[in-house]
C-alpha cells in the first residue's frame, strides 16, 4: 500500500495541502494515519477522494453537495436516485445564477451607457456615488435578488 505525505498527496490529486486540511476539517477527507513524526499519510484510496472533491468542487458543488456524494454508493439504485436529486438541485442553482448573471449584465450594461469618456466628468463614477449616498433602502444591489455564494 503506497503513503504519501500530504505534499505528494496534494501533487498526485491536484488539491492543494491547504485544501486537503480543509477537506478534513470539513470532514471530507481523512488521512490514513500519522507517521511517528505526526505528518499525515494518504492512500490511493484518499488520492481517489481527493480527486473526486476536485472534480465536484470543478463544477461548483457546495461541500454539502459533495458530502451527500461521497457518501452515496455506486452500485445501490437508491442512491443513484439520491445523486440525481443532488445534481438536479445543483442544476436549479446554477440556472438561478445565471438569470442573477443576466440581470448583473443588464445593470452594468445601463451604467456603461451612461458615459462614452467624452464629457469633462465620468459619469459612471457620478451614479456610483450617488448611489453610495441614497438611503439604504433606496439602494438596489447589484443583481437584485442574488442568492449568496454557492460553496
Excluded at 72 to 87: F, H, M, P, Q, R
Excluded at 116 to 125: F, L, Q, R, T, V
Excluded at 144 to 151: L, M, N, Y
Aim: glycine share 4%; proline share 3%; charged share 30%.
Amino acid at each position: 500500500m503506497s503513503q504519501y505525505r500530504i505534499g505528494e498527496a496534494a501533487r498526485l490529486s491536484g488539491v492543494s495541502a491547504a485544501n486537503i486540511r480543509y477537506y478534513e476539517r470539513e470532514g471530507l477527507v481523512r488521512p490514513s494515519g500519522r507517521a511517528e513524526n505526526d505528518y499525515r499519510f494518504f492512500t490511493d484510496a484518499d488520492l481517489h477522494r481527493l480527486r473526486f472533491i476536485r472534480m465536484c468542487r470543478a463544477l461548483d458543488m457546495s461541500l454539502d453537495e459533495v458530502r451527500t456524494l461521497l457518501a452515496l454508493d455506486l452500485n445501490s439504485k437508491e442512491d443513484c436516485s439520491a445523486a440525481n436529486a443532488t445534481v438536479n438541485g445543483h442544476l436549479q442553482h446554477v440556472r438561478e445564477r445565471l438569470h442573477e448573471l443576466q440581470i448583473l449584465e443588464q445593470e452594468l450594461l445601463a451604467l456603461r451607457e451612461r458615459c462614452d469618456g467624452s464629457d469633462a466628468h465620468c459619469h459612471i463614477i457620478e451614479a456610483l456615488h450617488a448611489q453610495a449616498d441614497a438611503p439604504l433602502e433606496e439602494v438596489r444591489p447589484p443583481a437584485a435578488g442574488a442568492s449568496k455564494r454557492h460553496v
